[in-house]
Each structure stands twice: as C-alpha cells, then as structure tokens.
C-alpha cells in the first residue's frame, strides 16, 4: 500500500465567525455543525481551485501528485488543508513511484535523465518509474507522454488472522509435512485413488505477489520444482503458500510461477507469457489491482481473454471485500442520483444515497475501514471519458483529509482514488459530479464497510467483484472454509466466523466465509469500448455476468510463515485450479467447456437455491466432477 505523505505545516485555525466585542454586547460562537461547514467549505473550495487552476502539463497528472506539489509549496494552502493527506508516497530521496502512459521509447530516457529509474518498460512506451516530485511536471509536458500518475496499486486476498494463532500453529507443525484440509473437504483424496488422477501430465501456473520461501519448500518437501518466468520471482510468499496447495491436491502436475506485481502493464504481459512460453494449461491468481474497471475488460482482463481464448482455464480469487447478504460489504453501485442539496464548498453536485424522499450526500465509514483505499468508477468507456466525477473522503469534525478530482475532459478514465486515514474516526465519503452527464457509478471502500453512523444511514450493495476477477470465462472463486473458524471478528461487534467440515466433506450445510465478495457484475461496455447497449449506460443498460462462478476451500494449513492457516479466496483459488488439473489429467481431451460444466453441474449448492451472489454456483468437489465429465473409476 502507498503510505501517505504529509506536508509539514503548522496548522492555522481557520476563522468560523467573530465574536464582536462592543460596550456590553456580544455575539455567540458559532455552533459546533457551523464550525463543521466552514471547514468543509474551506477544503473543497481550496481542492477545487486547483483543479480550476491547473497548468497544461498539470492536465496530465493525477489530483493526488498536484496537491501534493502544491502542499509543499504553498504553506497558506496547508493551512485549509490541515487534516488532508494526498497519498502520495515520497521517499526520503524525493521520488514517487508513477505510472507514465507515454508512446515510443524516448520518455524512459527523460526519465533516467530526471534522475529517475524505470521499473518496467511496456513494449507500448508505457512505464512504471520512480520519479522525482520536482520532476513530474517537465515529464508530464512532453509532448510523447499522454498521463502521469501514482503507480497503480494491487493487492492479494490473503485474509491475515490472529497472529498468536498463527504463531502457535506454525510451532506445533514444525516437524510435519503440511497438507491442505482442503484435500479432504472437497473430496481430492479419495477422487485421486478412485480414479487414478494426481494431475499427471497437466501444468498449473500461479500469479501471486512473489516466492520468496521456495527453496525452503522445495527441501522440506513440500514442494517440487517449480518453472520460475525468467526474471519474475517477485518478492513475498503468497506464490509459495499457493503452490503447496495445489500440490497436496494435485500431487503430480508440473508447477509454475510468475509475479503479478512489478506493475498492472506487467501482470498482463506475464498472464500471457505463462500461457505461450510457459506453456501452462491452467492459470491461477489472487491479485487485484484497485484500478480495474467494474464496467468494462481492461487490460488485465483482456489478457485473461486472450489465454482462456487459446484454451487455458483460468482461476482467480473473488475477493474478501465483504457481501451484501453478509452485512459485510463495503461496495455501493447505482444511478447518479442528483442531491437537492449542495456541500459547501463544492462547485458540481453531490450523489444523493438516499433513494427516499430524505436527502444523504455521505456514506459512513466503520472503524475497519481505517487505511483502506476508496474508489470511484462510472460508466463511461475506459479512456475516453468526458463526465467528470470527484470524490472526497472527510472527518467527523468536516475536514477533508483526501480527495480524487481528476479532469475528465474526453481522454481519461472514469475512475478515482483516495485513502481513508489509518487512524481517526467518524470518516464519510461523498461522490461530485463537477459536470457532464448522470452516469451509474461504483463506490468501493476495498475490504471496509458502510455502516450507520449519527443521522447517517448505511447504503450499501452487492456487486464487488469486478476486474479480471469477473472475465467472462475466468472462473472466479468464492471462499469456504475447511477447517477451524477464522479466529478474528471482522469488525467489532460482528457475529463468529464459520467453521469448516474438516475432516468431512463440504456438504449443503457447509458455511461460506462472511469476507467473501459478492456479484454480479454489471457490464457497459466491451473491451474494446463499444457500448453494450448503446445510448443506455445506466441501470437498465449493459449486461450482467454471474460472477463469483464457485467456491473452494480456505483456512488451510502450508509450511510457509504467515499463512499457517491460510485464509481467504487467495487459498480458495489455488483449490479449484488444482481440482481442475485432476479432471484434466482424467481427461486430457476435455474442453475447458466440459470442465466447466462438469465443475458446475455437480458442485454442492450453497445459501438460496440455484446461483446466488455470493457462493456463485456452489462448492467444487472433485469426485463428482470427475464422474460428471465422464471420467472413469479405476
């Protein structure tokens, strides 16, 4: 996560009212919701007289990065912004890291020129660079450089539990091989002697954030040889936690493994190497960069298009971002609905929430939210906006402390970012149209929650899943667990977590996770930016995906530290990958359309009968979706 920097600024009280002193006379102070107006006003006036101010070259650049530059540089400005923090991540040498959509190869040059380094270079010009605050402008002005902004940020679905439980499980199994619970629950152990599969003859390949603890896999015999993308090892351990699950499934199929984080350009790329060079039949990921679109296959997605188009089944977690049904979710989506009612300060007009008669221009956010990054998407075509929509997080006191108002003009993205402060209450949200046209938008305080807080009531929906998480062919995987209960609440307050059927099997009673993101997802336009349904970008246009497709297993054992037990969709993807390199080894002529039916057709349904938004179709089990492809017993 980028950390937020601050401007060092001395505070100024900001003037709410006088208190006029005559012979005898006074006046009273203004009231505590006055005081909370004025600062309101006072931000939002000042955030957006920058954005009416910006300069040809600062056109180009994110909200966040001319804030920040301006923060540094004018101390009055600090001033009305005293609780606000940009989120840009300057280091102690003065660099941010950027992501610079520029056309041919000389940029990179400028930017090392800069005093800069280059991350990663797209074979389009685009770049992922390290860049000085003080240089941003000269790049942002050339003429070969279409945006600037700060390096796309990802994340995996990893669920972190309580850390002493994790501690006295990884003591406790130190001298034992570790296999998965999963192995039981869905069946895989005894499907593997019925029918004589182990994976035999079939690759699996994993995107994770890195694999740091192969070797001591590898020599503790958790693990085999794994065929590293050259130079993509990444850094970090998911990789390795993922890759012991689906070897304990998949005892016999041939690993392999690339990083999806040196960049989102590069994820893409390496989605593709892992099928052409790589040669990998079935592709498995638990990262979601924040920047992928709801509405549309943007590049991550369209990647995932073109490898399930050459024949590779593709797995990817559905997220722990919490569901409707669960009262866990964190997401809103719907018709811009225009507020009767300003916020001071805010040239444009506020979302209205509240589908009634009462008027509600802010979504609380809980305590859990504290750290999380809030995104804003509207149904507009990727990159070629001309509706512009801002977002604005403030505290309890009517501080803004981060914002995104990024101009859409025709060439843009619909889409905007800021992060909740990591510590504080009492934080809402409000979404700005500044102008242009009603648009449907998606609100997503990733991993947090809306929640009732004051006079405020919590609007919330389902529908988080989104990215290339809900590619139309992609199988995107729900969590449940298989053994011990998560041993954390979510929020405060919030009811016990789940327990598995360990050491049965996943039956109709079995429980989903309460994190487990929810669908469906709503679609506007295809990936190349035609619309769907033309002329009707709202509710009632686009086209809707049954996403997630299934669920599997999480909360499992590996020997890898920090995922002792392993929970969260980043443990359920690697299940179902891994119980589809069985089928695939029973039968090798399959079609991953015949792997899907029979992975769909004979999974346990789960929650309201049929399809349902959180569990998609049901729990996998191998057995019978061996027997429902035609595999037989040995």
Request: net charge neutral; glycine share 10%; aromatic share 6%.
């Amino acid at each position: 996560m980028v950390r937020f920097s601050r401007v060092a600024a001395q505070a100024v009280p900001l003037t709410v009212g006088a208190l006029l002193l005559t012979t005898g006379v006074s006046v009273a102070q203004p009231s505590m919701v006055d005081a909370a107006t004025a600062r309101t006003e006072a931000g939002i006036s000042a955030l957006q007289s920058i954005k009416k101010s910006l300069t040809p070259a600062e056109r180009k650049q994110s909200s966040q990065l001319v804030v920040e530059k301006r923060l540094r540089a004018d101390r009055s400005l600090a001033a009305k912004l005293p609780d606000y923090r940009s989120g840009v991540g300057v280091s102690d040498a003065g660099t941010v890291p950027v992501d610079i959509a520029a056309h041919g190869k000389a940029v990179a040059n400028a930017v090392r020129a800069a005093g800069g380094t280059v991350r990663y270079a797209a074979p389009d010009g685009a770049l992922r660079a390290d860049l000085p605050l003080s240089a941003v402008d000269a790049i942002a002005g050339r003429a070969d450089v279409a945006e600037v902004k700060p390096a796309a940020q990802a994340m995996t679905w990893n669920e972190p539990g309580n850390r002493d439980a994790r501690v006295a499980t990884a003591v406790k199994a130190v001298a034992a091989t570790q296999v998965s619970e999963g192995d039981k629950a869905h069946g895989a152990d005894t499907a593997r002697t019925t029918y004589g599969v182990s994976g035999s003859g079939i690759k699996v390949c994993v995107l994770s954030d890195g694999v740091d603890s192969l070797a001591k896999s590898q020599s503790a015999g958790e693990l085999p040889a794994v065929d590293v993308l050259a130079g993509q090892k990444g850094s970090g351990d998911e990789g390795t936690a993922m890759l012991e699950i689906i070897h304990d499934l998949a005892p016999n199929a041939t690993l392999g493994f690339a990083t999806a984080f040196t960049s989102e350009a590069s994820f893409a790329a390496n989605i593709r190497a892992l099928r052409t060079t790589g040669k990998c039949q079935i592709i498995v990921d638990d990262v979601s960069y924040f920047d992928e679109s709801p509405f549309q296959d943007t590049q991550v997605a369209q990647a995932v298009n073109d490898v399930t188009a050459a024949g590779a089944l593709y797995f990817s977690s559905a997220g722990n971002s919490g569901n409707a049904t669960d009262g866990t979710s964190g997401y809103y989506e719907g018709d811009f609905r225009a507020s009767s009612t300003k916020i001071s300060g805010v040239t444009g007009t506020p979302h209205d929430f509240d589908p009634t008669s009462t008027t509600q221009n802010f979504d609380a956010l809980s305590a859990g939210s504290l750290g999380r990054p809030v995104t804003l998407f509207w149904s507009d075509p990727w990159g070629k906006s001309a509706n512009d929509y801002d977002l604005f997080i403030l505290n309890s006191s009517g501080s803004v402390v981060a914002s995104s108002e990024n101009g859409q003009s025709g060439s843009q993205n619909p889409y905007e970012i800021a992060q909740v402060p990591s510590s504080g209450s009492g934080y809402k949200v409000a979404v700005v149209k500044y102008s242009g046209a009603d648009r449907f938008i998606a609100l997503n305080v990733i991993r947090g929650r809306f929640v009732a807080s004051g006079s405020l009531k919590a609007f919330s929906t389902n529908g988080v899943t989104n990215g290339h998480s809900a590619a139309a062919n992609a199988f995107s995987v729900a969590a449940a667990p298989a053994a011990a209960a998560f041993g954390r609440p979510l929020e405060a307050g919030d009811p016990a977590n789940p327990a598995g059927p360990y050491p049965g099997l996943f039956t109709a009673s079995s429980k989903w996770e309460r994190f487990s993101s929810d669908g469906k997802r709503h679609l506007f336009y295809n990936a190349d930016g035609t619309a769907i349904t033309p002329g009707n970008v709202s509710s009632t246009g686009g086209a809707t995906r049954n996403k997630p497709d299934i669920t599997a297993a999480d909360g499992v054992a590996t020997s890898v530290a920090g995922f002792q037990p392993f929970f969260g969709t980043s443990a359920a993807a690697p299940h179902a990958a891994a119980i589809a390199a069985l089928l695939l080894s029973g039968k090798p002529t399959a079609t991953p359309a015949q792997i899907r039916t029979a992975l769909v057709s004979s999974a346990i349904d789960l929650g309201a009968a049929g399809f349902d938004t959180v569990t998609g179709n049901g729990v996998i089990m191998a057995g019978p979706a061996l027997a429902a492809l035609g595999v037989q017993p040995k």
